[in-house]
């Protein structure tokens, strides 16, 4: 017999005793990391393409645009372009406010919220008709995701969150308590806000002017913060230099004004949005609305374990119990869409849902 002959029957021969030897059997956690890898290798997206379908980037990216554009012409004010100025000052006046907060009176305004404009609305004799139809449209259709993706306060503590994983989340009971002050907040403001209303058809809101003082137009102004940051704080005079430091005295009122927006920022890195959770009376006004929006959030329930995993209530910076609701629908006033659940579930169970 030649040599090849001979190699191709030891083969032959070795093949077969693989073949009768006992397959050795696969313990359960090595073979969930089979599936694992099964599951990450099938949904692998490619590197460039990856970084325009990721979702936490994506809303990075629109969060800091807004922030520009709710204050657009601010840059043509700079560098004195006033036909430029002119322009964007007509402009504004044809777009539709938007469910989040931003004061239309800010100098280099774009976009106004809908609550700070139907306060002003209010207080000045007019019944917001259209500010109102526009909000529960937009509302209605994809629910409070404007909180998520435009507000810019709800930018600031988003990314003031990312200063440490380390968060705090208060109990069940201790949450839904906190919750109830905003929608507090939100009667008083309206209450204040309607009263002006009846005065002014009336013609006797001066005295009541002269009462209310700073809460007279806007009640939620002097502690909303983007009041305080794009109106407030352009037309007051810095220090430039040390020379200058004594402008600080004058500021009154306004510097408790600018440590309360320090202290909004700086207890988001241990409590993500939690203005927007416990003080926002917008927010629960928006809630109200868009609770059974449209478009929001449900989960697949052939996926979805939610006896062994909560990842989707531990990313939430609402501090929604995602678990509690049906797969069909989230129902929560709270839901902003910021899709933070989505972006950070195992299993792919958090989908987008429609009607």
């Not at 997206?45 to 379908?53: M, Q, R």
């Not at 009336?202 to 909303?224: K, M, R, V």
């Not at 950070?344 to 958090?350: K, L, M, S, T, V």
Request: aromatic share 12%; with cysteine; proline share 7%.
């Amino acid at each position: 017999m030649s040599e090849e002959g001979e190699r191709s029957e030891e083969k032959a021969d070795e093949a077969d005793s693989e073949e009768t030897k006992p397959k050795k059997k696969e313990s359960a956690p090595e073979k969930e990391k089979k599936k694992d890898k099964k599951r990450k290798v099938k949904g692998r997206i490619p590197y460039p393409l990856s970084l325009l379908v990721n979702i936490r980037m994506l809303r990075r990216l629109v969060q800091i645009f807004f922030i520009f554009a709710i204050n657009a012409y601010i840059f043509t004010a700079w560098f004195g372009l006033e036909q430029v100025t002119i322009f964007w000052e007509q402009f504004r006046n044809l777009l539709p406010t938007l469910p989040i907060i931003a004061p239309l009176e800010a100098p280099f305004a774009m976009i106004a919220g809908s609550f700070d404009t139907m306060q002003r609305e209010f207080t000045a004799g007019i019944f917001p008709f259209f500010t109102l139809g526009a909000m529960i449209i937009i509302l209605a259709i994809v629910g409070r995701a404007a909180c998520g993706w435009v507000c810019p306060i709800g930018t600031f503590q988003d990314f003031a969150s990312l200063l440490t994983r380390e968060k705090i989340r208060p109990a069940p009971n201790t949450e839904e308590e906190l919750r109830r002050v905003k929608g507090y907040l939100f009667i008083i403001v309206m209450f204040l806000a309607v009263w002006m209303f009846v005065s002014v058809l009336q013609n006797s809101a001066e005295n009541l002017i002269n009462t209310l003082g700073l809460f007279a137009y806007a009640a939620f102004d002097p502690i909303n913060p983007a009041y305080i940051i794009f109106k407030l704080a352009p037309e007051q005079a810095w220090p430039t230099s040390i020379e200058t430091l004594w402008l600080i005295s004058t500021w009154g009122i306004f510097l408790a004004q600018i440590g309360f927006v320090a202290l909004v920022v700086i207890v988001s890195i241990w409590f993500p949005r939690w203005f927007c959770r416990w003080l926002c009376p917008a927010g629960w006004l928006y809630g109200v609305i868009a609770r059974d929006s449209l478009i929001g959030i449900g989960r697949n329930p052939a996926k979805c374990t939610p006896k062994e995993c909560n990842t989707c209530e531990v990313v939430c910076p609402m501090n929604i119990r995602i678990r509690r609701f049906p797969y069909q629908h989230v129902h929560s006033p709270d839901c902003i869409m910021c899709l933070e659940c989505l972006s950070h579930c195992p299993n792919g169970a958090i989908e987008i849902k429609f009607g």
